[in-house]
């Protein structure tokens, strides 16, 4: 649990109205992704919906890859963490349509992927350029190889400073 | 088929099988590509072939899920996997196959991906809303496991003389298995005609179009495939298929319902 994202301001409401959705929202934000802690789940755009219910409230989210281990973790640390905060139930589920692309990744999270060391994915509309070397910028950078520690990431070198790098793949 | 005109009924039973086909297509061959891992020759494939199991598992969890719903049965992902015996199973006889050397893999992995895009383009379409959901989302991966394997089979089969030997050899022995994946049978049928499922046909030409540029490219000679191999999307395995289940299986059956 490194860097934790900053709160957002009292404007960034997204599409909730009460008390209850706004704390749940700021909650979430404070949770980091599983394997790449750096980057909270809100950044990562899993987070697919806050519903107040009845009794407790439901949460929306989608996988990022289909086979990805977190998923189950993302699932439980939401669960406790809402729960910790004093609302219960939690219920989560699971939203496959849209499929989840990088693109959902905010502004704010590829910032914090790039200062961690790891290279953002650029937006999939963008021209195929190899990324940019997050230690010195450099856009002279090969691909060691095209899969990496997890499912999302690929492995870089650059070829200015010589450093490898982790690229979080697009898709 | 034309806006607003009646599609067929399809059993319930019927498309679960369709859904079950495409679940233990991705689950055998996770299975499979997981023997890999701390084997492949070099750290970087290592690492390539595990993410592909993963992948594949991934797809498979989802579809085994959907397929133990709409098979009124209500079993999980887990009693699927882990309590059916060979018989019961609906992958292409392919995915079970040994994965031999790096080329034989790779080949096998290309077949699969080659059919994979196509397929999952196709049922990104269907009328079951989960299923399109679930090759939606597959589709984004399937790309990149096809960019992944074809570039392999192109530097196996313009490489060294024993790599092209290899690839060629694998590809000769592993053609035949690709005959089902074309061919459709009644559950295929009554699927497309329901507008669940994909018209292979279609999948046949997109599949050879690829193949044949790759196999090109890799100045590889793509041989035709003969008739006569085990139709494992009915049910009729090649003997390894028991020794996959053997060891994904045995932790459940030796002691039911554990978990982590």
Same mark, same amino acid.
């Given at each position: 649990m490194v860097a934790v994202a900053p709160l957002p301001d009292a +404007?960034? =409401? &997204?599409d909730c109205a009460g008390n209850l959705e706004r704390r749940v929202w700021a909650l979430l934000d404070e949770?980091?992704?599983?394997? @790449?802690?750096? @980057?909270?789940l809100t950044d990562l755009g899993v987070i697919r919906h806050v519903r107040t219910m009845p009794q407790g409230v439901q949460i929306g989210v989608t996988p990022?890859? /289909? +086979? =990805?281990?977190?998923t189950a973790m993302i699932r439980s640390s939401v669960i406790d963490t809402l729960q910790a905060a004093g609302i219960a139930p939690v219920q989560v589920v699971d939203v496959l349509e849209p499929a989840w692309s990088t693109?959902? @990744?905010t502004e704010r999270g590829a910032t914090a992927l790039r200062r961690f060391g790891i290279a953002p994915p650029r &937006? &999939?509309?963008?021209? @195929?350029l190899p990324p940019a070397c997050?230690? =010195?910028?450099?856009?002279s950078t090969e691909q060691v190889?095209?899969? +990496?520690? /997890?499912?999302c990431k690929s492995l870089y070198r650059c070829c200015e400073c010589l450093e490898p790098f982790e690229h979080f793949k697009c898709i | 088929m034309p806006v607003g005109a009646m599609r067929a009924a399809v059993p319930k039973a019927t498309h679960a099988e369709y859904v079950l086909r495409l679940a233990d297509t991705s689950l055998i061959l996770a299975q499979r590509l997981g023997e890999w891992v701390g084997h492949a020759p070099a750290l970087e494939e290592d690492l390539g072939l595990g993410n592909l199991a993963l992948d594949m598992l991934g797809q498979a969890r989802l579809l085994l899920t959907h397929a133990g719903q709409l098979d009124g049965? !209500?079993?999980s992902e887990d009693e699927l996997a882990f309590f059916r015996d060979g018989p019961q199973f609906r992958n292409f006889t392919l995915v079970e196959q040994?994965? !031999?050397d790096f080329a034989h893999s790779l080949v096998r992995q290309y077949f699969i991906d080659a059919w994979q895009v196509p397929m999952f383009q196709a049922l990104? !379409?269907?009328?079951?809303e989960d299923l399109a959901a679930i090759a939606a989302k597959s589709l984004r991966e399937a790309k990149y496991h096809l960019r992944f394997s074809s570039g392999w089979l192109v530097r196996l089969g313009d490489g060294t003389h024993e790599s092209h030997a290899r690839t060629q050899a694998a590809a000769d022995s592993l053609?035949?298995?690709?005959r089902e994946m074309f061919e459709p049978d009644a559950v295929d049928q009554a699927c497309l005609d329901g507008g669940i499922g994909a018209d292979l046909r279609e999948v046949q030409a997109a599949w050879l179009a690829d193949a044949r540029r790759v196999f090109a490219e890799a100045t590889l000679r793509l041989p035709e495939a003969p008739r006569g191999a085990p139709v494992g999307k009915q !049910?009729?395995?090649?003997?390894?298929l028991g020794y996959v289940l053997t060891g994904m299986q045995f932790m459940q059956r030796s002691y039911p319902g554990a978990e982590w």
């Open positions: +404007g960034d =409401c &997204r949770l980091p992704d599983p394997e @790449i802690p750096v @980057i909270s990022t890859y /289909t +086979g =990805c281990p977190a693109d959902w @990744i &937006r &999939r509309s963008a021209p @195929i997050p230690q =010195c910028q450099s856009t190889s095209e899969f +990496g520690s /997890t499912p | 049965t !209500g079993r040994p994965n !031999g990104s !379409g269907s009328v079951d053609i035949r298995f690709t !049910g009729a395995h090649s003997e390894y």
